[in-house]
Nanobody
């Protein structure tokens, strides 16, 4: 079992930046593919960015490409989401998720693929 705790959310003006952190405990992240997802009120949970076990393969939703960067530090058991040029439509609860992966290069961008979730952190972008 792996436990995930997100931090770093908050209120920011449009055009600003935030860095979300996800701390994992219980297992080493080197066995897991990781992802950031978000859910806005009245909307389904959607993938934002995911990374393979090795860190070598990445996926970004079209809506965040060029603005968000996912990274992982397996030595520290941490995953990060750097969010730049934030827009009001980025407002949502952001979740960190982990999936035990058999292969180092696999990525998963479907939320149902993930078995472990954090509690979420609120990101609010004002106009």
């Amino acid at each position: 079992q792996v436990q995930l705790v997100e931090s770093g959310g908050g209120l920011v003006q449009a055009g600003g930046s935030l860095r979300l952190s996800c701390a994992a405990s219980g297992r080493t992240l080197s066995d897991y593919a990781m992802g950031w997802f978000r859910q806005a009120p009245g909307k389904e949970r959607e993938s934002v960015a995911v990374v393979s076990r090795s860190g070598g393969r990445l996926y970004y939703a079209d809506s965040v490409k060029g603005r968000f960067t996912i990274s992982s530090d397996n030595a520290k058991n941490m995953v990060y989401l750097q969010m730049d040029s934030l827009k009001p439509e980025d407002t949502a609860v952001y979740y960190c998720a982990a999936k035990r992966a058999a292969f180092t290069s696999e990525i998963y961008y479907i939320a149902d693929s993930y078995g472990y979730w954090g509690q979420g952190t609120q990101v609010t972008v004002s106009v």
